[in-house]
């Protein structure tokens, strides 16, 4: 299937396979009201409100500040597609004499024209063309160690096979039913033998790098529902089911093992469940106005049946207490 390219300003307005850069992506980029992966996670892992507090249709919205956690994917799929050129060609890369960002005051001064230290004032405008330029930035540290991770990643024949294919293109179909598009906007997606893939940064904090802390990561984050959404979207699009959908997690850590984690059929089914649930629930949000924060479906506070249980049996072991 063809791959489009939008010209600056264009919409998309038909399903398919789309070259955008990713701030397109999440910026609402089609004729009518679109939902990524993020935003179904969010409602479903989340709450409608937290998903509306940071919504670009909300007027009195404060958007959520992007991490690297959120974009290491799409960095690592550049590198190891185009190499450092195709990198720096997606990504802002800081030089490494970036001052720190001034502080909350020291830029009030500044928008008020009335700051006079020379060193504020260049710190200031620096920092302006970042916050300017539409791509997201990576520091020289970021490089090196991504350039070192892409070596141990490059060397893994499981996940060669894994992260084979297209980096970051986005796959837009129309759901008739909630009345939204659909963007899903894997790490790399191989169109023709059916593949996708999202790559995984993991830090353990002093843990080892096993399969059930990746897999503990995966349930925590929606990393499931993440490729089920990719997996629904690419059957809307083409009629086929994927062939092979998995997670590629790397650690930051030195010697930076890789652990891949193929997301099994009847598991994708699941997380595809809990998607259309949260399209769903988005739509009738969207339509009522109203979005429900974790306050609102509130529950008697219930313990944990192995805490109760001890508890109990030491109540049995020592009887009452006076």
């Known amino acids: 299937m063809d791959i489009r ?16 850069p990713l701030s397109v992506h999440h910026s609402q980029p089609c004729e009518g009201i679109s939902v990524t992966s993020g935003v179904l996670r969010m409602m479903e892992l989340e709450s409608p409100a937290q998903v509306w507090a940071h919504h ?8 959520k500040k992007r991490t690297k956690a959120m974009y290491i994917g799409a960095a690592m799929a550049a590198l190891i597609a185009g190499g450092l050129k195709e990198l720096w060609k997606q990504f802002l890369v800081l030089p490494e004499d970036m001052p720190y960002f001034p502080k909350e005051e020291t830029w009030k001064a500044f928008e008020e024209k009335r700051c006079n230290r020379a060193e504020s004032v260049t710190a200031c405008i620096r920092w302006q063309k970042v916050l300017d330029d539409p791509r997201d930035s990576l520091t020289l540290k970021d490089v090196a160690l991504l350039r070192d991770m892409a070596v141990v990643l490059s060397d893994d024949p499981s996940a060669q096979l894994a992260i084979t294919g297209l980096p970051e293109i986005t796959m837009a179909a129309w759901d008739d039913v909630n009345q939204l598009w659909l963007l899903s906007r894997p790490d790399t997606v191989n169109i023709t033998a059916r593949i996708i893939s999202d790559y995984k940064k993991m830090a ?10 990746v897999d503990r990561n995966i349930d925590r984050h929606g990393y499931g529902m993440q490729l ?4 629904d979207v690419f059957q809307r699009l083409t009629g086929h089911w994927l062939e092979n959908c998995a997670i590629a ?3 930051e850590s030195y010697p930076h093992h890789v652990i891949i984690r193929p997301i099994e ?12 649930r949260a399209a769903k629930r988005f739509r009738k949000c969207l339509d009522s106005g109203h979005w429900p924060g974790p306050g609102q479906e509130s529950a008697p ?15 049995e072991n020592e009887g009452p207490m006076e």
């Open 5 to 20: 390219t939008l010209k600056e300003g264009e919409k998309i307005t038909e399903p398919g396979f789309y070259n955008i």
């Open 56 to 63: 670009q249709l909300n007027p009195n919205s404060r958007p």
């Open 204 to 213: 353990t904090k002093g843990e080892p790098f096993t399969t059930q802390v």
């Open 228 to 231: 089920a959404f990719g997996c």
């Open 249 to 251: 997690a790397q650690w």
């Open 265 to 276: 059929e009847h598991h994708l089914v699941e997380d595809m469940w809990l998607n259309r």
């Open 301 to 315: 506070y219930r313990r944990p049946d192995w805490r109760s249980e001890w508890i109990n049996k030491q109540m």
